[in-house]
């Protein structure tokens, strides 16, 4: 679900083209083989899909250990009751994770 509102996030802002990493390996893999599945993520992949036929939007999967700092700014926001959204600056609690993920 984290893809797709990105995905949609990226077009209403005007952010393309755009790459989209994951950690989500499996959508990744969906996604980027191009069929769902038939149980219910199936139903996000194919929203996704008909996404990505329209926009030049890629996907990729990088593994959590390599990318802290998005891991821990989704821990942030899943405790938020609004979208959070950071355009050219970074958090200051947050600047450290992105010193670490830049040096990897």
């Known amino acids: 679900?984290?893809?797709l509102?990105?995905?949609r996030f990226i077009i209403d802002a005007e952010?393309?083209?755009a790459v989209?990493?994951?950690d989500a390996k499996v959508v990744v893999d969906l996604v980027n083989v191009g069929v769902a599945?038939?149980?219910d993520i199936g139903l996000v992949v194919n929203d996704i899909l008909s996404l990505?036929?329209?926009?030049p939007i890629s996907i990729s999967f990088v593994p959590r250990?390599?990318?802290s700092f998005a891991h821990?700014?989704?821990k942030l926001v899943v405790s938020s009751v609004e979208d959070l959204f950071w355009l050219e600056s970074v958090l200051p609690c947050m600047e450290a994770l992105v010193l670490t993920d830049r040096s990897r």
């Open 5 to 7: 509102r990105g995905i």
């Open 37 to 39: 599945s038939s149980a």
């Open 1 to 3: 679900m984290a893809i």
């Open 72 to 74: 821990s700014l989704a």
């Open 65 to 67: 250990s390599a990318n």
């Open 15 to 17: 952010l393309l083209p």
């Open 52 to 55: 990505l036929i329209c926009f």
């Open 20 to 22: 989209i990493e994951s």
